[in-house]
């Protein structure tokens, strides 16, 4: 079997993120998040073949976890595209911490153009034990 590789990068810029308070800039993924995402929208991953579902556990965690900076923040303009394009990684297990329905973690890595300029991202994917599929964070930009 092919490995899959990433050949669509999504393009996106932090010009509309700089210059926003902390609290601004999460407010604004929050409800960018919410509006576009959120509900029934869902996205089948191109290397694992798998329908990702978008939450509201996906958008405080995106939105409110962990620090905060434009480059992270103008990814969720783009969120669908890098989910849709990225590549799967590793499985991560589930942690004593973990709500019981959660099985595990797909972690995938992602290509974007950030500004102009080629950045690698971590997103998670949690599998839950109904056997779906929901996106859970993006981590970090490398």
Not at 53 to 75: E, V
Not at 83 to 105: H, I, P, Q
Not at 119 to 130: K, P
Not at 133 to 141: A, D, G
């Amino acid at each position: 079997m092919k490995k899959y590789k990433q050949t669509i990068i999504p393009e996106t810029s932090t010009k509309e993120w700089r210059g926003m308070s902390a609290f601004a800039t999460r407010k604004k993924m929050f409800d960018y998040y919410s509006t576009h995402y959120s509900g029934t929208k869902k996205v089948r991953n191109q290397s694992l073949n798998i329908l990702i579902a978008f939450d509201r556990i996906g958008a405080k965690k995106t939105s409110f976890g962990g620090h905060i900076y434009p480059k992270k923040a103008c990814l969720v303009e783009v969120l669908d595209d890098l989910l849709r394009y990225a590549e799967y990684n590793n499985w991560g297990e589930r942690k004593a911490s973990d709500t019981s329905n959660v099985v595990g973690f797909f972690n995938f890595k992602a290509k974007v153009y950030i500004d102009g300029k080629m950045e690698y991202v971590h997103l998670v994917v949690i599998l839950r034990n109904d056997a779906s599929f929901h996106y859970s964070l993006e981590i970090n930009v490398w």
